[in-house]
């Protein structure tokens, strides 16, 4: 069972916006941060933002900096990415992942648990 369930993805021209969510399955585990990642057709799975539930501290990509804003709840292990601004490279399918420990959080190593992924796919 994927202990994580991406929903929001879908189709948006440019300029627009979506929101992404990601949810714990039912499957109860402990994490100290959540991340989204995305990986585009052809192309590595890349780091775009995380969260670090002590403090609240995020971590964001250079490339979606100012356009993109992570959040989410500890206690459900819950988190959200909003998206703005969107470009067509942005087009990808997003990842939702969450780490036991928050090391490593720009990194697809630094996490344990994973999604199923959720396509964004943005029209020029």
């Known amino acids: 069972q994927v202990p994580l369930v991406e929903s929001g993805g879908g189709l948006v021209q440019a300029g627009g916006s979506l929101r992404l969510s990601c949810a714990a399955s039912?499957?109860?585990?402990?994490?100290?941060?959540m991340g989204w990642f995305r990986q585009a057709p052809g192309k590595e799975r890349e780091f775009v933002a995380a969260i670090n539930w002590s403090g609240g501290t995020t971590y964001y990509a250079d490339s979606v900096k100012g356009r993109f804003t992570i959040s989410g709840d500890s206690a459900k292990n819950t988190a959200y990415l909003q998206m703005n601004s969107l470009k067509p490279e942005d087009t990808a399918v997003y990842y939702c992942?969450?780490?036991?420990?928050?090391?490593?959080?720009?990194?697809?190593?630094?996490?344990?648990?994973w999604g199923q992924g959720a396509q964004v796919t943005v029209s020029s």
């Open positions: 992942a969450a780490a036991r420990f928050a090391l490593r959080l720009r990194e697809r190593y630094g996490y344990n648990y």
């Open positions: 039912g499957r109860t585990f402990s994490c100290s941060a």
